[in-house]
């Protein structure tokens, strides 16, 4: 709608994980790095928490994007504990039969895929998003699947979620689970010095100005969002349909301070904890 009022190819700011969009502060640059290594260095569990809204499906894209070739990747971005065997969504997200399938035998056929993979010369990753979703039996599933790891390493493990599921592996019953973890990192909001440059690289990505939004008034938005992402997104991208409305060329404090008391008095949500969600 704004798009080509400010000479834009498309939105910068929306809420969607794309990871041409993802800046990479100190933060994200560091929990990228963790997830690498996890890949790379066949690390046996992986974990990245962070708040709502912090960026983390941004960067499992990212990584999904970026995997080498001779790796064999499961990625499951959803998860409750009530969607059924843990085992039977890792064997669907592989491409493989599941279905009509005691756990034994499904275990069985698990363990052969793997080793098939690994003797073709390639090493089997499985990425599990949204692992908060996980209770304390499903998450001991899945370090009951780890122990094909005997001899070898034919699976890695990386899992992905929000603070709740930092809290939990915390848990004294979950130190076995803990124990395996080789690399962890939790995802904190962008930092002040990096609000400047989080707009100026989406701007840019978006084929616009980086100075389309003043100093002071990226500086608006980082408050009100607490520096998590996607509430700045959400903020940006009214901004600028306000300052369309209003046939400005750019986005000063007077057009945040505007959007920011709308969103207060007239939208669902009132302040940007509930933004988050």
């Known amino acids: 709608m704004y798009e ?106 698990f363990q052969r895929f793997l080793v098939e993979q690994r003797q073709g010369g390639r090493r089997s990753v499985v990425i599990i998003d949204e692992a908060q979703n996980l209770d304390a039996a499903r998450l001991e599933e899945l370090r009951m699947l780890s122990n094909v790891n005997v001899d070898e390493m034919l699976l890695q493990l990386v899992v992905v979620g929000q603070p709740e599921l930092r809290d939990l592996l915390r848990m004294p019953g979950m130190k076995q689970f803990a124990q395996r973890v080789s690399s962890d990192f939790n995802l904190l909001p962008l930092s002040v010095p990096e609000a400047v440059p989080y707009f100026a690289h989406r701007l840019t990505v978006a084929g616009g100005s980086p100075r389309l939004f003043t100093r002071p008034a990226t500086g608006l938005i980082y408050d009100h969002a607490a520096g998590i992402p996607r509430v700045m997104n959400i903020v940006a991208d009214r901004c600028l349909l306000y300052a369309f409305a209003e046939r400005k060329g750019f986005v000063g404090q007077r057009i945040v301070n505007k959007v920011t008391d709308d969103m207060n008095k007239y939208g669902s949500f009132a302040a940007a904890g509930n933004l988050e969600a």
């Not at 990479?24 to 709502?52: C, K, P, Q, W």
């Not at 990747?73 to 065997?85: F, H, K």
């Not at 843990?86 to 039969?97: E, H, S, T």
């Open 4 to 109: 080509s009022h400010f000479g834009l190819r498309e939105k910068p700011f929306s809420i969607l994980p794309n990871p041409k969009f993802l800046y990479l502060g100190n933060r994200h640059r560091m929990a990228y790095s963790m997830l690498e290594y996890g890949v790379a260095d066949n690390a046996g569990f992986t974990v990245i928490t962070g708040n709502i809204g912090s960026g983390k499906t941004s960067l499992v894209r990212k990584l999904v994007g970026e995997i080498p070739e001779n790796v064999t990747t499961a990625l499951i971005s959803n998860t409750s504990d009530q969607s059924g065997r843990l085992l039977d969504w890792i064997m669907m997200a592989f491409g493989q039969p599941f279905e009509d399938r005691s756990y034994p035998r499904l275990y069985q056929e």
